[in-house]
Each structure stands twice: as structure tokens, then as C-alpha cells.
């Protein structure tokens, strides 16, 4: 059974950080370009971040540039999302799901939800002083 399962959210203060895991079970993640999703309550999901399966390019969207690093330990079947310099607005309940588009449309659609499955159950980040 293919599964995902997210890990590492907590409460932190602005400024602060934190990584977030996701270890997949099932299948390896070696061959399997993986992205990282948020949902802040009344607003629709959105792509966060994502590492190809080929060569580990990375995506992210704009407001997180400079601040997040998404990476993968193949040996622990797992990727990360480094979180840092946190902000109130990065608020929001945080998933990690399987890309199964094409390598080749990756770069344009890595955040199209649509291409994605196996999402995990999230993992809540807030961000509060």
C-alpha cells in the first residue's frame, strides 16, 4: 500500500523554523519526484515545493524563496522541508503527495494539484507569537 505520512509541524514563534518529513512506505521514493502542499484555513491549497525524481532540481513557489530548502535522504525513504525564518502567513496545515505527471511537464506543473496522489494527512504549522 502506497502511503505517505507528514511529520515535524508544531507552534513556533516569527523567526523561527522547522523541518518537516515525509517518509513514504510502500514505495521508493528514489524513482519519484515528491511535492509539498498547504491549506491555511478558508483558502485553497497550494503548491509549496517540490524535488524532481531524476536530478533533484527543486521548486518553490515565490513566498517561499530564500526561506524553505526541500530535500530527500533516499536511504530513509523521506524528504524534508527545511522551514525558515517562519511567518505568520506560512501558517497552514502542510501536506506532501507523489508527483505522477511526466518528468518533462514537472517544471511547468510541479504545483498543479491535479498531478499528484498518495497525499498524506497533513501536518499543522502555525506561526504565533
Known amino acids: 500500500q502506497v502511503q505517505l505520512v507528514e511529520s515535524g509541524g508544531g507552534l513556533v514563534e516569527p523567526g523561527g523554523s522547522l523541518r518537516l518529513s515525509c517518509l513514504a512506505s510502500g514505495f521508493t521514493l528514489d524513482y519519484s519526484a515528491i511535492g509539498w502542499f498547504r491549506q491555511a484555513p478558508g483558502k485553497e491549497r497550494e503548491g509549496v515545493s517540490c524535488?524532481?525524481?531524476?536530478?533533484?532540481?527543486?521548486y518553490y513557489t515565490d513566498s517561499v524563496k530564500g526561506r524553505f530548502t526541500i530535500s530527500r535522504d533516499n536511504v530513509k525513504n523521506t524528504v524534508y522541508l527545511q522551514m525558515n525564518n517562519l511567518k505568520p502567513e506560512d501558517t497552514a496545515v502542510y501536506y506532501c503527495?507523489?508527483?505522477?505527471?511526466?518528468?518533462?511537464?514537472?517544471?511547468?506543473?510541479?504545483?498543479?494539484?491535479?498531478?499528484?496522489?498518495?497525499w498524506g494527512q497533513g501536518t499543522q504549522v502555525t506561526v504565533s507569537s
Open positions: 524535488i524532481s525524481r531524476d536530478d533533484d532540481s527543486t
Open positions: 503527495a507523489n508527483y505522477r505527471g511526466t518528468d518533462y511537464r514537472l517544471r511547468s506543473r510541479w504545483n498543479w494539484i491535479a498531478y499528484y496522489d498518495s
